[in-house]
Structure formats: structure tokens, C-alpha cells
């Protein structure tokens, strides 16, 4: 079966503007999780979708928000874009449940300038 | 400081050795305990997974260990392979997070010829 995609693969914004990342799960999941991953950082908790709803939130500026549409796709948008926002975007789908495998998509590389 | 430590940092093997890589943590309670491989620029995949009621789970050359009393887990690579260069992530969901994986800083693999 088809696994997690994140679209687009790069994309290059200029500081102060927007953007909107999206992801589609594996078929069946309803899960989905966003990270940030930076060479600093490493990877980092951004908030968790299930059923539409916010589950879970990390320690991201409000900046950063996210939302999940029935058929379970997502989408995470970032406002008044900072240069320190560039990073690998990765969401990861799951069924249910704290143990229940995560399964990743490539990501998005996004870079600020 | 970091609820999920790695070691170590980096580490370089000839191709057919085995080595061990060392995971310590103080999230507590967890649900369980991952491990991911990453290569560069491509999304984390799934290596294993362990309750916190497990204390081995093997994954083809791959085995995991955890003792949840010492808060310690290993990752055990036997007979490497160049394939095998690449971050691996030591990732603990704390009980109640549902999918908020905490993640380690990883520690990056290189197997030479």
C-alpha cells in the first residue's frame, strides 16, 4: 500500500510570509504527526492530529499550527516565517494508540531566506 | 537537558563488524521505546519497538535490548553492511502522550569498506 506522503519535497520562502505543508497518510490511519527536525535540535514534537482533532501539542510558537481533514490528510501552516523556522518537516501517520507503529514520510525541506 | 540520550555521538566500523549503540533515558512513565533509521535527507524508518514489558526485540540484524530499571536500551547491529550507514534514533513515547515521541539526538553510523 501506498505510505505517507508529503508534498511539496522543497520549498524555498522568504522571511515574513507563509506557508502550508501537507501530508496524506497511509489509507486506514488516523493518526498524524508533524515534526521539525534541525541539525541543532534534532527532531522535535509539533502537535498530533486524530479524527480531526488537536490530541497532542509541543513547545512551538503559535506560529505554527496545523489541521486534519476528514478523510485524514493534514496540513501544517507556518506564519511570519523566520529564518530559524528552515528545517526538515516530517509527518509520520499511525492507526491508534501509543504503541502502534509511526510510520514517516519523506519530509518537506524548507529553507527561509 | 535532553530526556533522551545517545552515544555514542558518531561512530565508524568496517563493513562485517557488529556494534552496539547506547540509548539512555529519564522519560517516565513510557509506553514504549523505538528505535528509527534515518538516512540523510529521507524520513526515519522503523527498526523496532518495545513495550516497556519487553526486554528484547530482534528486527533481521537488528536486535534491541531495554531494561527499564537502569532506563537504558542498546541496538545491537550485527555483521554491518554499508546500507547500514546512516542516523540511528532512539524515540520513547511517554505514557499519556499518545504519538509525542520524544526522540534522541541520534547517533551517526558510518560502515566502511
Redesign the interface.
Known amino acids: 500500500k501506498a505510505g505517507?506522503t508529503q508534498t511539496p519535497r522543497y520549498l524555498i520562502k522568504t522571511r515574513g510570509q507563509q506557508v502550508t505543508l501537507s501530508c496524506s497518510p497511509i489509507s486506514g490511519h488516523r493518526?498524524v504527526?508533524w515534526?521539525q527536525q534541525t541539525p541543532g535540535q534534532?527532531?522535535?514534537?509539533l502537535f498530533?492530529y486524530?479524527s480531526e482533532t488537536q490530541?497532542?501539542k509541543?513547545n512551538f510558537p503559535g506560529r505554527f499550527s496545523g489541521r486534519q481533514f476528514s478523510n485524514s490528510r493534514s496540513e501544517m501552516n507556518v506564519s511570519t516565517l523566520e529564518l530559524g523556522d528552515s528545517a526538515?518537516y516530517?509527518c509520520?501517520s499511525?492507526l491508534n494508540g501509543?504503541?502502534t507503529?509511526?510510520?514517516?514520510?519523506?519530509?518537506t525541506?524548507l529553507t527561509v531566506v | 537537558k535532553n530526556q533522551v540520550e545517545q552515544s555514542p555521538q558518531s561512530l565508524i566500523i568496517l563493513e562485517g563488524k557488529n556494534c552496539t549503540l547506547q540509548c539512555n533515558y529519564t522519560v517516565s512513565p513510557f509506553?514504549?521505546l523505538?528505535w528509527?533509521k534515518q538516512d540523510t535527507?529521507?524520513?526515519?524508518?522503523?527498526l523496532t519497538?518495545m513495550?516497556f514489558s519487553e526486554n528484547t526485540k530482534s528486527n533481521g540484524r537488528y536486535t534491541a535490548t531495554l531494561d527499564a530499571d537502569t532506563k537504558q536500551s542498546s541496538l545491537h547491529i550485527t555483521a554491518s553492511q554499508l546500507s547500514d550507514s546512516a542516523s540511528y534514533?532512539c524515540v520513547v513515547?511517554p505514557?499519556?502522550?499518545?504519538?509525542?515521541?520524544?526522540?534522541?539526538?541520534?547517533t551517526q553510523l558510518k560502515v566502511e569498506l
Not at chain 1, 534534532?42 to 514534537?45: A, D, I, V, Y
Not at chain 1, 507503529?101 to 519530509?107: P, V
Open positions: 505517507v493518526s504527526s515534526y534534532g527532531l522535535q514534537f498530533e486524530f490530541r497532542n509541543g526538515l516530517l509520520a499511525s501509543p504503541n507503529e509511526a510510520f514517516f514520510g519523506q519530509g525541506r | 509506553s514504549n523505538r528509527y535527507g529521507r524520513g526515519p524508518v522503523s519497538i513495550t534514533i513515547t505514557t499519556g502522550g499518545g504519538n509525542k515521541l520524544t526522540f534522541g539526538t541520534g
